[in-house]
């Protein structure tokens, strides 16, 4: 009764951390990528969290960069033809309006 008590909690102690592996690499998987992986244990698990955390915020920067290239213009800083229709849009609420513009020239 003794040994099957310690290979369960054995058994718990070494699956704990591999269920939190796989629930962060499911919500990296989603798009989520803002909970850090926390193993209390060290080894192979407490790496595997380490490298899993590193990749969540590299995916995260990448991700912010690419958004960000594909809204605003690289010299000037302003938004772009995407960037200006998704600023309209959140504006207006999908209401119709008139956008006028002028071009002024010496």
Sequence with gaps: AVTIGCSLLL??????????????????????YDTPVE???GGDLARLGTALNLMQSR???R???????A????LT????????EARLADLTD??????????LVD
């Design 94 to 103: 999908g209401q119709a309006f008139t956008l006028v513009l002028f071009e």
């Design 77 to 84: 800083e302003l938004p772009n033809r995407l960037g200006l």
């Design 11 to 32: 058994a718990r102690r070494m699956s704990d951390p591999v269920r939190r592996l796989i629930t962060a690499a499911r919500q990296i998987e989603v798009g989520q």
């Design 39 to 41: 193993i209390q244990h």
């Design 63 to 69: 991700e912010e960069r690419i958004r960000r290239q």
């Design 71 to 74: 809204f605003v213009d690289p």
């Design 59 to 61: 995916i995260r920067e």
